[in-house]
């Protein structure tokens, strides 16, 4: 997957929207490394990988994503009948990355990109943040991560199609430390044991709807919770809202774990519509 990098250089239709008539995101798989988590500082960056399923509508010679802060990119893309194709250059613009091939790329409903890169991270206000916490776990200061995308930072996170108008879904595994906890817009799917490394954990979570690139989201630490289940218009079905705050200070959650509880009642009945996630995670 190795490809060769053009030097940086940016373009007057860098911030153009990306062209989904030509080529269309259709499910992202998104893997993160967070191990060095453990590490008693802020991390600077992580290795990560997305295969993502396209449909590429029409022959093109380049494919585009939204990119920011990601760098040594390596990319793939596979078609339905096993034949590979690896970019010739890849060029980074200001907020994208252009993917050139050598020869055009046929139509296909189900080719699949599969990206690997390295992620910078640091405390912007945007993207994926690093918070230092006190552990009780261990003496020295832990870091934990949170998010913010919206309305156009995902494409700090993962190369993508960052516009609201473009949805897809959403599929996120997260390696972490063992002893921190893993939360994103659905619940967990599965947890395994690294057997090579057992003091970390890969946290694989259920697809999302169909939604915009901004809306995904996550966070990782040490967390304590309180709870509470809120019926929905089926009385045999509940959804379980959560409020997660620092070790210690669950007391700290019990009132924005009552708004969150009366604000769902009440679009649920203003709007005639269930909340449509199995789930609602608060982090405080």
């Known amino acids: 997957m190795d490809t060769l990098h053009s030097p940086i250089n940016f373009k007057n239709d860098d911030y153009s929207l990306l062209d989904v008539d030509t080529i269309e995101p259709v499910n992202y798989l998104i893997f993160f490394d967070f191990s060095c988590l453990d590490i008693p500082t802020y991390i600077t960056s992580v290795n990560a990988k997305e295969t993502i399923h396209i449909n590429i509508k029409r022959p093109v010679l380049t494919i585009e994503l939204n990119s920011v802060d990601i760098h040594s990119v390596k990319a793939k893309l596979t078609y339905q009948n096993g034949k590979e ?21 046929l139509p296909d409903t189900n080719a699949i990109l599969e990206i690997e890169y390295i992620k910078k991270v640091y405390y912007s206000g945007s993207g994926i943040l690093p918070r230092l916490y006190q552990s009780l ?15 156009c930072s995902a494409r700090t996170a993962f190369p ?5 108008q473009t949805k897809s879904t959403f599929q996120l595994e997260l390696l972490i430390p063992s002893y921190q906890i893993a939360i994103s817009n659905t619940p967990i799917e599965s947890k395994e044991t690294m057997t ?29 919770f309180v709870s509470v289940d809120v019926p929905f218009h089926d009385p045999n079905v ?14 700290e959650g019990s009132f924005s774990l009552d708004i969150a509880r009366k604000s769902i009642l009440l679009f649920n009945e203003k709007f005639n519509l269930p909340y449509h996630l199995p789930k609602l995670d608060l982090v405080y």
């Not at 690896?86 to 050139?100: A, F, G, N, Q, T």
């Not at 946290?203 to 915009?212: A, E, G, I, N, Y």
């Open 137 to 151: 776990s261990h003496e020295e200061a832990r870091c934990s991560i949170y998010t913010q995308f919206e309305p």
């Open 160 to 164: 993508c199609w960052d516009q609201p």
């Open 196 to 224: 090579r490394d057992p003091a970390n954990v890969l946290v694989r979570f259920k697809k999302t709807p169909l939604m915009s690139a901004y809306l995904l989201g996550f966070c990782i630490g040490e967390f304590d």
């Open 85 to 105: 194709k690896v970019p010739l250059r890849i060029e980074y613009l200001k907020v994208k990355i252009v993917l050139c091939f050598d020869c055009l790329l």
């Open 238 to 251: 509940v959804l379980p809202i959560r409020m997660y705050t620092p070790v210690g200070s669950r007391e």
